[in-house]
């Protein structure tokens, strides 16, 4: 995370953001977790951030604003911001500067995902086997969607603090024969195959296209979501063979995850892919598969699995950010 901030008095509203290769979302936090007025503007149609930034504002009537978060697609190693998946680039100080403001953070989509966890209310989560989760215990959050993000919370003192790293980058690790075959198809085609090779929208289409290979059946060119519908209608049982082996990829990964972190807290699935198919994936693949580590089984059929619904948890962990960027209690951030 990289901040620029003079004086920093309380003051709402704030301008909270989560800022993607194809959209940004907007929002004005008018006092704490009270997210209002969202807007998502697509990111092609303005020339900077700071143009869209403007837009939004003027949308709202200009309100004045002191302090803002903005959570991006990317990493975030110092003043400079060059996109990876937008033409997007600026200076943090200079974006501060020409919108007029005390405080401005900037932060990993996902490690603002991992904070709203920290103020996610139970009716946004819906739990995937595992018993109840260990209070102040490590989480994991992990999220298939455009990428794969990878994150984690570790309890402390000062509250919960969020792990900013690239896990979803890893070699991806074949469990047996069919996806030993599925990973050499990927190796061929691509030289590394990371764990966000599978585990995402273009995962999807990745292992079809393979499994359609090893078949030796004529491929159709089918979006992910073409695929999940496909397989949950009953029309096409190599794209229900792709949804079942995809979740299972992915209870390997989360397992993984759960054992490096010892992720007795529970591990958070986001992102907007599993949401779409909630009703199949709870008995689908993934837990059985989640919990098939050998002598580890039990130990990871303790662990609670969480399914988060909220429809903008970036916005909702960009607000987190910054009211701890500012040093506020609970109680400060309140009055």
Known sequence: MSTTQTNPPTAWPRLVADIGGTNARFALESAPQKIEKVEVLACNDYNTIVDAAREYLNRCGNPKISHAAIAIANPILGDWVQMTNHHWAFSIETTRQALGLETLILLNDFTAQALAITKMPKED????????????????????????????????????????????HVSFSPFDDAEMLIWQYAKKKYGHVSAERFLSGAGLTLIHEALAYREGVKRDKLSPSEISERALSGTSPLCRLT??????????????????????????????IIPRFINYFK??????????????DAYLAAIPVYVVLSEYPGISGAAVALSNHLGETDAAASS
């Open 283 to 296: 008995s689908s693949p993934f837990r059985n598969r989640f919990e098939s580590k050998g002598r580890f």
């Open 243 to 272: 949804l079942d082996i995809f979740c299972a990829m992915l209870g390997t990964v989360s397992s993984n995850l759960a054992l490096t972190l010892g992720a007795s807290g529970g591990v958070y699935l986001c992102g907007g």
């Open 125 to 168: 989560l819906i739990q995937i086997g595992g018993s109840q989760a260990v209070e102040n215990a490590p989480k994991a959050v992990i999220g298939p969607g455009t990428g794969l993000g990878v994150s984690g919370l570790i309890h402390s003192k000062a509250g919960w603090v969020p792990l900013a790293g690239e896990g979803g």
